[in-house]
């Protein structure tokens, strides 16, 4: 700062708001900033300007409570600081903000507040003089007679009494003894307040009064109870020099940056209203025992701890979280059944079977209120509503719902958090879930535990065991908390796409309720009773706006979506609002031909708005959704001899699959292509040898009619889409009716898909996945079905109008399976002799 003449500080000042400390003129502290206002300061201001002025912001001291800290603005301290930024440091850890170094220059009272976003800027009005500080040191108030001059020699001597008692070998303390000499006495209240223990209370009091003769009056008692103090402690200890350093332990603030004399640890601390208030936190958050005792222990550590020690944040954000973990909060259940089974109906179509099982795994626990029931495991295609079952169940009992996504989780720290030790320690999944949700009895959906991984790092499932074990749940241990939390409250649900990854001891703990693919009939009436409601109102459109007729949506479901569940259906239908909102913001019609044509325009000229409402007809919809991707191929596809149609099962629900086959000259070789597993290969070997062995009775010939097919001739099956794979043993009976359709010369019914496994003997056996499999079947538009005779338990399933629409035909043997898909029989007409019948024994 320049040298004599009075320093004015600039007139409009922004002002930083400060919870954690006061700064006082001539003095330096650090201080930690994080609300959005002060960030927005430091980054517009601070970090932007380039001249000395730019770095002279004013500090408030924020008496209100920090943890009710609202939008709009506190009403503001009387008497601020203005200070110069010395050092500003950012970082993100444990959350996004700033470290300010500042240098107090002078108290100011703010005369009107200019703007408050985003950041505060206020007329300001200079108190203290700021040639003073600079100038050396002034006797004016000692030369000054009354009792202003008498008190600041008082202080003056007291300040002197304070350092005589302190080692003079300790850097700081010579400083101070220097720094007491060559500065004016009128400082010395504010620089000698912020250096002693002094609470952030009695910080305030000084930094209040304006008046010189009224800061010395607050000052020195707070300076001779630190002396009275100190002679206290080197009475009772004898004033080792061990003691000597001890009570010049390191803190924050000061004159010096950084620095700050400790005069006494039994003293109030400035922090002690923080660590009190966390005190009484820990106390109030109602833990058990063993977690209460923890966490003293911690409180102690961390009392003893300087705030710079990297270990105190970690260990700050440690008894943080203790105290918000809900221990023994927990949120009323409401259970009426009558009410769950209303609101279930409302929030789903179809799914019957769930919604009863769901209703009774309720009413049992209605009726016994600790239920250490089985963990209720939803397995079905996406998009088929189990998630959102989850939801419902949680709005039934008035609990709190959350979902933790467990796909590709490979660590087990995930679930059980990392211990403490580690740079970047976090609790895990179910912790966190608690925490965020501040109840111990919330719906945890566990989504997708089929998709869960292995790694070096231990596996998630064996933590999840622990998790969802009734038996051992009361007493989960996350590795980051390290005392048991009582899960048994909690409410489990999982759902995944097939039970064939679950690991099979956490499917031993789960009961798993299937929810099959929707039929369209289903889909149709999801998308009127709940997907189009739901996306108009996500689109801010209403029904007299858009609507989507049956046979569109329909069209939608048949054409451009082959899915089990409803989630593309229900893009395609937020396709349609987002282009019909565009149109009814621009207030034109849509283009389509049929549409109602366009209103007369307007007088002033503008397109008046479009007929409503906007009815979306198969041309509209081409024009929305482009042509479509799906067209009903069976019946074209299964023109040449040497294809049929099986079923197949994916975790995405049931599909169609062609299987092809060609012959070329060879030498009696098979080809196999389409990606297929092991036991799909041994199914297509299998096929061969029955066929073969029964070529002379089906009137199966190679290529120049020799009566043995594989004679001369290599075979090719291929099984599109090539680049998916495939295995299982359900194929059987399609690749036997592609390869006798190829042999034979004869069309394989178009309108038929089959499923079922094969045994060398010809037999056909039962397969699973059978309802899903019909359901594509039916959404391919396939008329019959060739299935197991064994699968015939499974039709029970079906929505009766499947039922009703499909022929069904159950067979024992593969005789059977080629008479139905072929027209007229196999052999065919000729073909009489007939053969002993053959009946599955297994
Ligand atoms: P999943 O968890 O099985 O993958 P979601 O629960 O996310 O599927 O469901 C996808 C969407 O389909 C959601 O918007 C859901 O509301 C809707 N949905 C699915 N099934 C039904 C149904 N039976 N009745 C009403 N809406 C459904």
Request: aromatic share 4%; net charge neutral.
């Amino acid at each position: 700062m320049s040298s004599g003449g009075a320093i004015q500080i600039p007139s409009r000042l922004p002002l930083l708001l400060t919870h954690e400390g006061v700064l006082l003129p001539g003095s330096t502290v650090r201080f930690s900033v994080d609300s959005p206002r002060n960030m927005h300061l430091v980054k517009n201001r601070l970090l932007r300007g380039t001249s000395l002025k730019s770095t002279i912001i004013g500090l408030i001291p924020n008496t209100r409570d920090p943890e009710h800290e609202a939008d709009d603005l506190p009403t503001l301290h009387k008497v601020g600081t203005a200070g110069i930024a010395v050092q500003v440091v950012g970082s993100n850890w444990p959350k996004p903000h700033y470290t300010l170094l500042i240098t107090g220059l002078c108290r100011f009272s703010v005369t009107s507040l200019l703007k408050e976003r985003p950041f505060v800027l206020a007329e300001v009005e200079q108190l203290d003089k700021l040639e003073q500080y600079t100038s050396p040191a002034s006797d004016s108030v000692t030369t000054e007679d009354g009792e202003l001059g008498e008190l600041s020699q008082k202080f003056y001597q007291a300040a002197l009494q304070l350092l005589g008692m302190l080692d003079m070998s300790v850097p700081v303390v010579a400083k101070f003894r220097r720094l007491l000499d060559s500065l004016p006495r009128e400082t010395l209240p504010d620089v000698v307040a912020s250096m002693i223990r002094t609470s952030n209370k009695e910080k305030l009091q000084v930094l209040d009064a304006v008046s010189l003769e009224e800061r010395f009056k607050k000052a020195l008692p707070m300076l001779t109870r630190q002396i009275e103090g100190l002679k206290l402690l080197q009475k009772t200890r004898k004033a080792s020099p061990d003691n000597e350093k001890r009570v010049l332990s390191v803190r924050k603030g000061g004159v010096f940056p950084g620095r700050q004399f400790n005069l006494d640890e039994d003293d109030e601390d400035e922090d002690g209203d923080d660590m009190l208030s966390l005190e009484k936190r820990v106390h109030a958050a109602n833990m058990p025992e063993a977690a209460l005792r923890v966490c003293l222990k911690e409180l102690k550590r961390l009392k003893k701890m300087p705030q710079s020690m990297p270990e105190y944040a970690l260990t700050r954000n440690y008894l943080d979280l203790m105290v918000e973990l809900p221990w023994s909060k927990s949120s009323k259940d409401r259970l009426d059944i009558q009410a769950a089974r209303t609101l279930l109906n409302n929030d789903h179509y179809a799914m019957d079977k769930l919604k009863r099982r769901v209703l009774e795994y309720l009413a049992v626990r209605q009726l016994k209120a600790s239920l250490k029931g089985p963990i209720l495991c939803f397995v079905g295609p996406p998009g088929v509503g189990k998630t959102s079952v989850g939801r419902s169940i949680a709005r039934t009992l008035g609990r709190e719902f959350h979902r933790i996504a467990l796909g590709g989780v490979c660590d087990q720290s995930d679930i059980r958090g990392h211990r403490r030790t580690y740079v970047g320690s976090m609790p895990g999944r179910i912790i966190n879930g608690l925490k965020t949700v501040g109840v111990n009895n919330p719906v945890f959906l566990l989504d997708e535990v089929d998709k869960l991984g292995k790694s070096l790092q231990g596996d998630p499932a064996a933590a999840l065991l622990e998790v969802l074990d009734p038996e051992q749940n009361h007493s989960f241990t996350d590795h980051y908390l390290n005392v048991a939390f009582d899960l048994s409250q909690v409410l489990f649900i999982a759902t995944a796409n097939t039970t064939a990854t679950i690991p099979p001891a956490l499917l031993d703990r789960m009961e798993v309720l299937q929810v099959p693919g929707y039929t369209q009939e289903e889909k149709v009436e999801i998308a009127h009773r709940h997907l189009i409601p739901n996306q108009l109102e996500q689109h801010g459109l209403t029904p007299q706006q858009l609507h989507i007729p049956q046979d569109t949506t329909l069209d939608i479901i048949t054409r451009y979506t082959r899915e089990a569940g409803v989630r593309s259906l229900e893009r395609k239908i937020g396709t349609i609002c987002r282009a019909v909102a565009v149109r009814v913001a621009e207030g034109h019609a849509l283009s389509s031909p049929d549409s109602a044509p366009q209103s007369p325009m307007h007088q002033d000229g503008k397109a008046a708005p479009p007929e409503m409402p906007i009815v979306i007809d198969h041309v509209a919809l081409k024009d929305i959704l482009g042509p479509p991707p799906y067209e009903m191929e069976v019946s074209e596809r299964l023109t040449l001899p040497g294809v049929a149609l099986g079923l197949a099962w994916t975790p995405l629900g049931g599909e169609i699959m062609f299987v092809e086959a060609s012959r070329t000259e060879g030498e009696g070789q098979l080809t196999l292509t389409g990606q297929l597993g092991d036991v799909m290969k041994e199914s297509a070997h299998l096929a061969i040898s029955w066929l073969r062995a029964n070529a002379k009775r089906y009137e199966l010939t190679n290529m120049g009619g020799a009566p043995d097919p594989l004679e001369g001739t290599d075979i090719h099956l291929h099984f599109p889409a090539g680049a998916v794979t495939k295995d299982g043993p359900s194929a059987g009976v399609t690749i036997v009716t592609c390869l006798a359709s190829l042999f034979s010369g004869r069309l394989v019914r178009s309108d038929v898909a089959m499923t079922g496994e094969i045994t060398l003997r010809g037999l056909v056996l039962p397969v699973g996945g059978i309802k899903d499999k019909v359901l594509a079947a039916h959404r391919a538009g396939v008329k019959c079905v060739i299935l197991p005779k064994r699968n015939e338990k499974d039709l029970e399933d079906l929505p009766a109008n499947v039922r009703a629409e499909l022929d069904f035909v159950s067979a024992v043997n593969l005789e059977e399976v080629l008479n139905a898909a072929f027209d007229g029989g196999f052999p065919g007409k000729c073909g009489g002799r007939p053969l002993p019948q053959l009946m599955s024994k297994l």
